[in-house]
C-alpha cells in the first residue's frame, strides 16, 4: 500500500520573459518505510515536485496546473489550508538543503525544534522539552539540556543539520522529504549525516523522498530512484538497476560526468625547470579576536612548479582558503614569506603591488557572491583590463569577446548581468576575468562545488585546457576528494592549520600516510556505499 | 515575549484613547467659582518686582503686590492704594505720603513706611541692578546712589517719618511722578521674607515660589507649574478684600498666538494676551462681542541710522517717510484699527497732541526730495537693508513697505529678519539702516516717548543728535506749568519729525480676545486692568436689542 | 557586556567633551547677550549682571569655571528665569517631553509597523499600496502642519479632544502624540515592508510554514524579529530626533516640556540652559545609541557586542 | 514593445559596454509610473525655468487693497494676504524650492556618501572616530548654529544650502556606512582587490553602485525635509528674504491662515505632495532600474 501517490503533477512559473514548465507530468508513489531517492541537476524540478505537495510553491509566479498527491487519502494539492496546516510539520516533514538558512537565526535551537510539537500536539512546553532532549541525544548532540537553550549560529553546519533532522523528526511524521540535506557539507559530516538519516528511517518506518544531485549519495540511500530532467522523469526503478544499467541516455551521462580518478595523460605535467613560480616558506595568518587567537594558518611552507597543478584539500575551517588569500594578500601574514618569482609580495609597495596582482588571479567559489550585480559581463571583463592597461579603448572589444569565446561564453551575450546567466556559465565568466590579465598563477578555490557534476565536468575539463594552453600554474583548493584526485598534479592535505601532507596525488590517494588524511579518504561514499 | 509587548502597546493606547469624552471648559464652569483664566505671553523670569521688566511678570505682579499709589482703570488717574492720601508741596518736589493703617502683607504684617524706604534701597543699590532703577531717579539723589557714587542711602530723597508717614524729595517738579508709583518697580517687597532667603540685594532667590512668596496684592502665589500655569487665589489680608470678586486666576505662558487663539476658541481661556492678525477681521465679522480693540500707548516705527550714507540726508529720510501709505497698512495688513502715525508720540496721551504736518502721505513730495538728494527717480540708490526681528507680523509690514517705496521712489530695500538678540545688538551698535522698531510708554505722559531721542540717549539708536531738541526736553523737564511743558514738547518733535530720524507707521491698539464673561475689564492706554475691579458673569442672553 | 560598557563610556567621554566645549565657545560667539533687551539696559547694569553670572572674566577662565561646576553635579542657574536652577527646569520639563517621546514612539511602531506589515505580505497590492501612499503623506506633512490641521478638526469643529495642555484635562495628551508620532509611523512602515520583504523571502520562513504554522504566527514569531532589524537601527536616532523635535508639538499643544526651552534657550542667549540641554541631549544620542545596538544584538543573536561599533 | 529599440540601442553602445546609468536609463523607459512621474519632474523644472516668461503677475506685485481673495478668474488660484497672485508666486516659489531641494540634497549625499562610506571601508578605529563625529554633530544645538553661520557669512542661497547639507548629512552617513559594511564583505569586492583595483576604485566601481538602493529611498525622504527644513530657515532668516518665496514658506504661511484663507494651504500643499510623490515613484523606479536583478526577480 502506497503512503503517497502522485499522478500527474504538473507546475509551472509563470515569470515576464513567459511560462516555465518545472514539473511535467510527473507521476510517483512511495510506500512506507521506503525510500525514494530523486536525482537530476538543478532546475530540473525535483525540488519543486516535493515543495509541490507541501503548498511551499509562491502563487503567482508559480501555478499547479494539472494533477492529483494521495496521501492517505487526503490529496495535498486540492486540500484546504487549514487541512494542509495540520500535515505539514506533523505527517509530512521535510529537510531542506542549507542548514545555514533554513533555522530561523533569531530564535533558539529549543524553541525551533518544539515548535511544531506544541502547535500539532498540544502538549505542555516541560513534556516537549523532555521530547526534544531526547531526540537531541538520538541525532547525535552531546549536552543536549545546553544546546537546547543556543541559537544556530552558534552550531556548526553539521550540527545545524542534525538540529533541522531532529526538528522535522519529532512529530513522528509519516513521510519526510529531505532535500539535498548534505550538500553543504563536508564529507566525513556527510557520511555521518546519511548514516544518521538511514538508521532513524530504519527505526521508525518512515517513508523518505530522498532528493540529491548527488549520484553517490543517492545510489547509497534509495531504495527506488527516480530521474528528472527538465521537469521530466526519464528514468525510475529499483537504485541498483538504475546505477548499474541505466537505460536513458541523460542517465548515463550523469554517471559518466562523476570525476575519473584522474586527469589524462595529456594534461599531466611534466616539469621541464626546476623553477619554483611560487614559494610560501614559513607562513602563518592569525585572526585575532578579543578574547583569543585563532590561528588560520600555521607555520606552512611549500613549493609550486610553473605549470603545475596543485590540489588542496580540507575540511571546510582547515585554513586553506584562509592560505589563499594570503597569498593573494587580500589577507596579511604574521611571519614567514611569500614569493612569488623572485619578488616577496609582502614588501611590494602599492604600485608593484598592483603590478604583482596581475600575475597572480583568483577565481572564487562562489560565482554569484564574486561577480558585481550591477556590472554586465562585458564591463566585468573589461574592467582589469583597463585597470592594468593592457590594451586600448579601440581593442578592447574583440579582445573581451576572445576571452568570453575561450571560456565558452557565446560572445552575443556580452551585455547580460551575472543574474541572467546559470551558475556554470557565471563560473566561466569568474574565470575569463581571471584570466583576462594573463597571469602566471591562478587560485582556484572551490570553484566548482556549487555546480552540478555535468557542469562540474565542464568546468574541470576548461580549466585543464586553458592550463595547457596558457602555461598556467593553479593552485586548486576543494573539500571534493573526486574532483581534486581528477584535477590535480600533486595534492596537499590540510587540517587545522597546517598542511599535514603533501604528495603526488595519486601516491597520496592510493597510499595515504597521514592519518588525517585515512580518515578523509575513508569518509567517501564510494568506500560507504562499497561497504553498504 | 513580543505578544506580551502588543498586549502592552494596545493597553496603553486604550487608555490615550479613554479621555474623549470632554468635560466642562474652563469657560463653562468660571463664572461660579470665579476663575479668571488668562493667556500670559512667555513664561515670566521671575516674580520678583525689582528684577523683571516684561509684561507677563507685570501681568502677575499686579495680582500679588500693590504699589502706593495705583490707577483708575478708565482715567488712569491715580488712585490711593497702600497710602490712603498724599500732600504735595508747592514746588512740587516733595510728596507726603500717608499709608493705611489697614494695609497688611499677605502673612498678616502691616504694611509700614519703612518698609518702602528698605525696598526703595534694594531697587536703587548697584548690586541688584535693576534694569528698572531709573524708574525712580526723578527721586532726589536716586541715581547718584544708583551709579554707586555714594553709599549712604539717608541721601536720597525718601523718608519714613513714622511707620505710616513717607516723605519723597524729588529732582525736578515730575507731573508723572505719582504714575511711576503705579508701576511694579516702585512697590514694595517684604523685608523678612527677602531676607529669609538671602541677602537684601541678592536677586533670583528663592523668595518668589508658592509658599515663599509675601505680597500685599489682591491675591497671592499659590502654585507655578514652569512654562505651563501659574495659579493665585484671593488674599483675605489685602485691605480691600471685601471689593476682590475672583477668587482665583490662572496665567497660562503661551508662547504661539495660534495656540492661544484656539485655546481661547475652545473655552480655556477668557482673555489673550494677543491676537493672530488673520483672526481680526473674522471675529469681528462673527464674534464682535468676543473681540476687543483699545487704544493702547504705542507707537510702530522705524529707525533710520543717520549715521550713514544716504540715510544721513534729511531729505531721504523724509521721503522715505512720505512715501509711505500707512493707511493701506492699517487696513490691509495689521486690521486692528490701528491709527496711522505721522508723529511719534500718541495723539492724547494725557492731553497731548503733537503738531502732525510735519509728515504727510505724498508721493509727489517725496519723489522731488529725492531727486534734490541726488536720487532722481531712485536712480543711483544704493540698495539698502530693512532689519526686523523674526515675526511674521513685522515680515508682512516690511514687505508692504519695501513695495511701496519701489512703486513710489524706485529703490531696491532688502528685507533682513534677524534672530531678537543679533537684531538688539546690531540695532546697539547702529550696524543696519532701516531697523523696525517699537516704543510702549512707560506712563501716560508724552516724556516716555520724547525723552527717548535726546543726544546719546540710551534708546536713541539712530545717532541722530540735535543740540535745540536736548535742550526743550531738559526745558520741559524742570517745566512746572503742564501747559508751557506742553508747548515743549510739541516744538521738540516739530523738530524731530522735520528731521525724520525715525518713521513712525501706527499707533497701536490693543487687539484682544476676551470673553464676554469678562467684566471690569476696562479699556485703557497702557493695557492695566487691576483685577480687583474685574469679575466674571455670564451675559443676559436676548438683553441686546 | 561589561568591556562594551566601558569601551561605549571611554567613546563617550571626549564626545561629550568635544561637544561641551565646542557648544561653549560657539554660544559665546553669538551676537547678544543674555542680558540684552527691548529698552537699552544701561551699561552699568549690564556690567553688574556680567559680574553675577562670572561673564566678566576672561572667556577660558568661565569655561573652567564651567567645567569645575559641572563635574560636581551643577549645572548652575538659568540666566533668564532668574530664580530657577538649570538642574530644576530639566527636571521639570524632561519628564514631560520624554512621556510624550513614549507615546509618540509607541504610536509610531504601532502604526508604522502594521502598516509596513501589511504592504510587506502582499506587495504590489492594493493593501501595499494604501498603506505606503499614506506614509507618503505622513512624511510630506510635517508636525506644524498636522498638529493645527489634528486641532482643528478633533478640538474645533468634531470637539472630541482638548487642543491644549498636557495631563490638565482628560484626553489632551492623544493630539499630541499622534502629531508628534505620525511622521515616524511613516518611516517606520516604509522601513518595515523593506525589511520584512527581505525576510520573508529568507529560507527559514519556507521551514517554518513546512512546519504548518498559519501565515500570522509566521510573521509575528519569525519573520518580525529580523524584519525590524533597520527600524531598530533607526529608532536610536529617532528618539534622540524625537526630543528635540517635540519642540514644535509642544509649542502648538502648550506643553511644558523640555523642546520649548531647548529652543527658546538659544533665542534668549540662556547660555547654561543651552549647555544643560545640549549636554543631555548629547548624553541621550550616546546612550540611544548604545541602546540601538544592544537592542540590535538581543534581537539578532548572531551579533555580538562589539566594543569598536 | 520597446524591446526593438531596447535591441538596437545595444547595438549602438555595445562597442564601448555599458554603464550602469545606461542600463538603468533602458530599464527605467519600463516603468510606466516613473515615466510620468518624471516627465511631471521635467515639467516642473521647465515651468520654473521659463517661469519669469509664463507667470501672469510680478511676484512682489501687491494689491493691498484686494488683500487675500479666493480663486477667481484674474487669480486662478486666489491672492495672498498682500493681494499677490498665488499662482505667481507658486511658480516662482518652485524655483526656490527645487534648487534647494536639489542642490541641498545633493550636498548632503556627497558629504554623506563620501563620510559613510570611508568610515565603513576602512573600518576599525577610523570608523569609530568618524561616526563619533557624527554623534557630536547631532548633539550641538543647531540653532545656534544657524544663528552663528547667519552671522558670520551673512544671508545668501549658497548658505542655505550648505547649512541643510550639514545638517542632513549625518543620517545619509549613517545609513551608507551600515550599507557599505554588508557590501565590502562581499566576494566580489575581494575579487575586484585582487584583480589589482585600488581602493578608490573598489569604493567608486564597485561599492557606491551596490548601496545606491536604500541611498536612493533615503534621497527621496530627503528632499520633502530638506524642502521644508529651507522654510523654517527662511523664517529664522537664514534663508531666502520676502517679497521671494518658496513651497516651503508659502505652506508654512497657509498653515497659519488656513481656516480664514483655506486655498493658501491647499495649493501649494497640492503642489508640494504632487511633486513629493512623482519624486517617489520615481526614486522607486530608479532603484529598481539600478539593481538589474529587480526586473527578472519581479
Known sequence: ?532 | MLNKNFNLFFVISLLLISGCELGPSNIESATASQTLHLGNGTEPKDLDPHTVTGVPEHNIISALFEGLVSVDPITLAPKPAVAESWVISNDRKRYTFTLRDNAHWSNGDPVTANDFVWSWQRMLSPALASEYAYQLFTVKNAKGFNHGEFEDFRHVGVKAINPKTLVVDLENPTPYFLSLLAHYSTFAVHPPTILAFGEREEAGTLWTRPGNLVGNGPFILDSWRLNYIIRVIKNPHYWDHSKVRLNKILFYPIDSALTEERMFRTGVLHATSSTPLDKIATYLKNDPDKISIDPYLGTYYYRLNVTEKPLNDIRVRRALSMSIDRQAITDSITKGGQIPAFTFTPPNTQGYFADNNSIIYDVASARKLLSQAGFPNGEGFPEIELTYNTSDGHRRIAVAIQQMWKLALNIDVRLSNQDWKVYLSRVQSLDYSIARAAWIGDYPDPNTFLDMFVTDGGNNQTGWSNKQYDHLIDLAAAEANPIIRYQHFQKAEKLLMDESPIIPIYTYTRVLLKHPQLQGWEPNILDIHPYKYVYLEDPVIGSEQ | ?309 | ?298
Open chain 1, 1 to 532: 500500500m502506497n503512503l503517497l501517490k502522485v499522478s500527474n503533477l504538473s507546475v509551472a512559473f509563470h515569470t515576464r520573459d513567459g511560462k516555465t514548465q518545472a514539473v511535467d507530468n510527473v507521476s510517483f508513489a512511495v510506500a512506507h518505510g521506503e525510500t525514494l531517492g530523486i536525482v537530476g541537476e538543478s532546475g530540473s524540478g525535483k525540488s519543486v515536485s516535493c515543495y509541490a505537495l507541501m503548498g511551499l510553491i509562491h502563487s503567482p509566479p508559480g501555478l499547479i496546473e494539472k494533477g492529483t498527491a494521495l496521501f492517505d487519502g487526503i490529496d495535498l494539492l486540492s486540500a484546504s489550508e487549514k487541512t494542509m496546516r495540520q500535515i505539514r510539520g506533523k505527517r509530512i516533514s521535510i529537510i531542506f538543503q542549507d542548514p545555514m538558512t533554513s533555522l530561523n537565526p533569531y530564535l533558539t535551537i529549543g524553541d525551533q525544534i518544539i515548535e511544531p510539537l506544541l502547535l500539532h500536539d498540544k502538549i505542555s512546553r516541560n513534556l516537549a522539552k523532555q521530547k526534544a532532549l531526547t531526540l537531541l541525544e538520538e541525532v547525535g548532540i552531546s549536552n543536549a539540556a545546553v544546546r537546547f537553550e543556543q541559537y544556530p549560529h552558534e552550531f556548526s553546519g553539521g550540527m545545524r543539520q542534525r538540529v533541522v533532522i531532529a526538528m522535522a523528526l519529532i512529530t513522528e511524521p509519516e513521510l519526510l522529504i529531505a532535500d539535498e540535506p548534505t550538500t553543504a557539507l563536508d564529507v566525513t559530516i556527510q557520511a555521518q549525516i546519511l548514516a544518521l538519516i538511514k538508521k532513524l528511517q530504519q527505526q521508525r518506518n518512515i517513508a523518505v523522498i530522498f532528493i540529491s544531485h548527488d549520484l553517490d549519495v543517492i545510489r547509497y540511500m534509495a531504495d527506488r530512484t527516480l530521474v528528472m530532467e527538465q521537469g521530466l522523469i526519464v528514468e525510475q526503478g529499483h537504485s541498483k538497476t538504475v546505477f548499474e544499467s541505466p537505460q536513458h541516455p541523460y542517465t548515463q551521462k550523469l554517471l559518466a560526468s562523476i570525476p575519473q580518478k584522474a586527469k589524462a595523460s595529456l594534461y599531466q605535467f611534466r616539469p621541464k625547470q626546476a623553477d619554483a613560480l611560487l614559494s610560501l616558506s614559513n607562513v602563518s595568518v592569525s585572526f585575532k579576536s578579543r578574547e583569543s587567537r585563532f590561528q588560520a594558518v600555521n607555520n606552512v611552507s611549500l613549493k609550486l612548479a610553473r605549470g603545475e597543478i596543485l590540489g588542496l584539500v580540507g575540511e571546510s575551517g582547515c585554513g586553506k582558503t584562509t592560505l589563499s588569500q594570503s597569498i593573494v594578500k587580500l589577507v596579511d601574514i604574521d611571519c614567514g614569506e611569500i614569493r612569488l618569482g623572485e619578488q616577496s609580495l609582502h614588501q611590494l609597495n602599492p604600485s608593484k603591488l598592483k603590478l604583482a596582482r596581475k600575475h597572480v588571479q583568483m577565481i572564487f567559489q562562489d560565482p554569484y557572491a564574486s561577480l558585481n550585480p550591477r556590472m554586465t559581463v562585458f564591463n566585468t571583463l573589461a574592467e582589469p583590463l583597463k585597470i592594468h592597461r593592457l590594451i586600448d579603448k579601440k581593442g578592447m572589444r574583440d579582445k573581451v569577446l576572445s576571452l568570453m569565446a575561450d571560456v565558452g561564453l557565446d560572445p552575443s551575450w556580452a551585455n547580460k548581468y551575472p543574474h541572467e546567466f546559470s551558475g556554470g556559465q557565471r563560473q566561466r565568466i569568474a574565470i575569463a576575468r581571471a584570466l583576462a590579465v594573463e597571469p602566471q598563477l591562478i587560485i582556484a578555490d572551490e570553484p566548482v562545488s556549487a555546480l552540478d557534476v555535468t557542469i562540474q565536468a565542464q568546468i574541470l575539463e576548461l580549466l585543464l585546457v586553458l592550463c595547457q594552453q596558457r602555461q598556467l600554474t593553479m593552485i586548486f583548493i576543494s573539500h571534493d576528494l573526486a574532483v581534486v584526485r581528477y584535477i590535480a598534479d600533486r595534492t596537499a592535505v590540510m587540517s587545522e592549520g597546517q598542511i599535514v601532507e603533501i604528495n603526488n596525488t595519486e601516491t597520496l590517494y592510493q597510499q595515504p600516510t597521514h592519518r588525517y588524511t585515512k580518515k578523509l579518504l575513508s569518509a567517501k561514499l564510494s568506500s560507504l556505499s562499497a561497504e553498504h
Open chain 4, 1 to 298: 514593445m520597446a524591446t526593438d529599440s531596447l535591441q538596437n540601442d545595444h547595438d549602438l553602445i555595445f562597442q564601448q559596454g555599458r554603464s550602469p546609468w545606461q542600463d538603468a536609463w533602458y530599464r527605467l523607459k519600463q516603468n510606466k509610473l516613473s515615466i510620468i512621474s518624471l516627465n511631471f519632474l521635467i515639467l516642473m523644472v521647465v515651468i520654473a525655468l521659463i517661469t519669469p516668461w509664463l507667470a501672469p503677475y510680478g511676484y512682489e506685485t501687491q494689491d493691498l487693497a484686494l488683500g487675500a481673495s479666493g480663486p477667481s478668474i484674474q487669480h486662478w488660484l486666489g491672492t495672498d494676504i498682500h493681494g499677490r497672485d498665488l499662482m505667481t508666486r507658486l511658480m516662482y516659489g518652485g524655483r526656490i524650492s527645487l534648487l534647494v531641494g536639489f542642490a541641498a540634497t545633493a550636498v548632503s549625499l556627497v558629504v554623506g556618501v563620501l563620510w559613510g562610506t570611508i568610515a565603513g571601508y576602512v573600518g576599525g578605529l577610523t570608523d569609530t572616530i568618524m561616526m563619533r563625529i557624527v554623534d557630536i554633530l547631532y548633539a550641538l544645538p543647531f540653532m545656534i548654529f544657524i544663528i552663528l553661520l547667519m552671522v558670520v557669512f551673512g544671508r545668501s542661497l549658497l548658505l542655505l544650502f550648505l547649512a541643510i547639507g550639514l545638517m542632513e548629512w549625518l543620517t545619509m552617513a549613517r545609513i551608507v556606512r551600515t550599507q557599505v559594511m554588508t557590501v565590502r564583505n562581499q566576494e566580489f569586492v575581494s575579487a575586484a582587490i585582487v584583480t589589482g583595483l585600488s581602493h578608490w576604485q573598489v569604493i567608486s566601481h564597485h561599492i557606491i553602485p551596490n548601496i545606491i538602493g536604500p541611498v536612493i529611498v533615503y534621497i527621496t525622504l530627503t528632499i520633502p525635509s530638506v524642502m521644508l527644513l529651507e522654510a523654517f530657515l527662511s523664517f529664522l532668516g537664514l534663508g531666502i528674504q520676502p517679497p521671494q518665496s518658496s513651497w516651503g514658506v508659502l505652506i508654512s504661511g497657509g498653515v497659519e491662515t488656513m481656516e480664514e484663507y483655506p486655498w493658501l494651504l491647499i495649493f501649494p500643499g497640492l503642489t508640494l505632495s504632487a511633486t513629493l510623490f512623482a519624486l517617489n515613484f520615481l526614486g522607486d523606479g530608479l532603484r529598481d532600474a539600478l539593481d538589474p536583478r529587480a526586473i527578472s526577480d519581479r
Open chain 3, 1 to 309: 557586556m561589561i568591556r562594551f560598557f566601558l569601551s561605549r563610556l571611554l567613546q563617550a567621554i571626549p564626545v561629550i567633551f568635544i561637544v561641551i566645549t565646542a557648544t561653549f565657545f560657539l554660544i559665546r560667539s553669538a551676537p547678544g547677550g543674555p542680558f540684552d533687551a527691548d529698552k537699552v539696559v544701561s551699561q552699568e547694569v549690564i556690567e553688574r549682571l556680567n559680574e553675577r553670572y562670572n561673564l566678566d572674566a576672561p572667556l577660558h577662565q568661565q569655561y573652567f569655571d564651567y567645567l569645575h561646576h559641572l563635574v560636581r553635579g551643577d549645572f548652575g542657574p538659568s540666566f533668564r528665569y532668574t530664580n530657577r536652577s538649570v538642574t530644576e527646569m530639566i527636571a521639570a520639563g524632561l519628564p514631560i517631553t520624554f512621556e510624550l517621546a513614549i507615546y509618540a514612539i509607541m504610536i509610531a511602531l504601532i502604526v508604522g509597523i502594521a502598516a509596513g506589515m501589511l504592504a510587506a505580505v502582499k506587495p504590489n497590492s492594493a493593501q501595499d499600496y494604501i498603506p505606503m501612499s499614506l506614509a507618503m503623506t505622513g512624511i510630506c506633512m510635517p508636525s506644524f502642519l498636522l498638529g493645527p490641521l489634528l486641532v482643528l478638526v478633533f478640538g474645533i469643529w468634531l470637539q472630541w479632544l482638548p487642543v491644549s495642555g498636557w495631563g490638565y484635562s482628560p484626553g489632551d495628551k492623544v493630539l499630541p502624540a499622534i502629531t508628534l508620532g505620525s511622521t515616524y509611523a511613516a518611516y517606520i512602515a516604509r522601513l518595515t515592508r523593506g525589511g520584512m520583504l527581505e525576510v520573508l523571502n529568507q529560507d527559514y520562513i519556507r521551514t517554518a510554514k513546512a512546519k504548518g504554522l498559519s501565515t500570522f504566527n509566521i510573521i509575528v514569531k519569525h519573520a518580525l524579529r529580523g524584519g525590524l532589524a533597520p527600524v531598530v537601527a533607526f529608532l536610536g536616532p529617532a528618539i534622540a530626533g524625537l526630543l528635540a523635535g517635540s519642540f514644535v508639538v509642544e509649542t502648538i499643544f502648550q506643553i511644558p516640556g523640555l523642546g520649548r526651552f531647548y529652543v527658546q534657550a538659544a533665542f534668549n542667549r540662556d547660555y547654561t540652559m543651552i549647555m544643560g540641554t545640549t549636554i543631555l541631549l548629547s548624553c541621550l544620542i550616546v546612550f540611544l545609541n548604545m541602546v540601538s545596538d544592544l537592542l540590535a544584538v538581543w534581537l539578532n543573536p548572531r551579533l555580538t557586542l562589539n566594543a569598536k561599533n
